[in-house]
C-alpha cells in the first residue's frame, strides 16, 4: 500500500518559515520523481516545485529564491523549505510521487500565513 504522509504544515507569520515533509512508504522512492504542489479552495492544484530520482530540481517562479525542495533517500522522504513566506502562500501543499505514467499523492498539509 502507497503512502505519502504530509507534515510541517501550520500558521506562520509574514516573513516566516516553514519545512514541509512528506514521508513515503511502499513505493521505491530512490526512483519516483517527487514534487510539491499548491492548491486553494475552489482552484487547480499547482506546481510549487519538484525533483528529479537523480536530484535535478525544477520551481515555479512564486518560489524560486524562497523555497527549496530537497530530498533524502535513505529516509524516503522529500522536503519543502519555505522562507520569506507572503500571505499569498497560504495553501494546501500537498505531495506527489511519480514514476512514468503513475502518480500518487498525499492528503495535504495546511500552510497559512499571517499578514
Known amino acids: 500500500q502507497v503512502q505519502l504522509v504530509e507534515s510541517g504544515g501550520g500558521l506562520v507569520q509574514a516573513g516566516g518559515s516553514l519545512t514541509l515533509s512528506c514521508a513515503a512508504s511502499?513505493?521505491?522512492?530512490?526512483?519516483?520523481?517527487m514534487g510539491w504542489y499548491r492548491q486553494a479552495p475552489g482552484k487547480q492544484r499547482e506546481l510549487v516545485a519538484t525533483?528529479?530520482?537523480?536530484?535535478?530540481?525544477n520551481y515555479a517562479d512564486s518560489a524560486k529564491g524562497r523555497f527549496t525542495i530537497s530530498r533524502d533517500n535513505a529516509k524516503n522522504t522529500v522536503y519543502l523549505r519555505m522562507n520569506g513566506l507572503k500571505p499569498e502562500d497560504t495553501d494546501v501543499y500537498y505531495c506527489?510521487?511519480?514514476?512514468?505514467?503513475?502518480?500518487?499523492w498525499g492528503q495535504g498539509t495546511q500552510v497559512t500565513v499571517s499578514s
Open positions: 506527489k510521487a511519480k514514476y512514468n505514467y503513475i502518480n500518487y
Open positions: 511502499g513505493i521505491i522512492f530512490s526512483r519516483y520523481d
Open positions: 525533483i528529479t530520482s537523480g536530484g535535478s530540481t
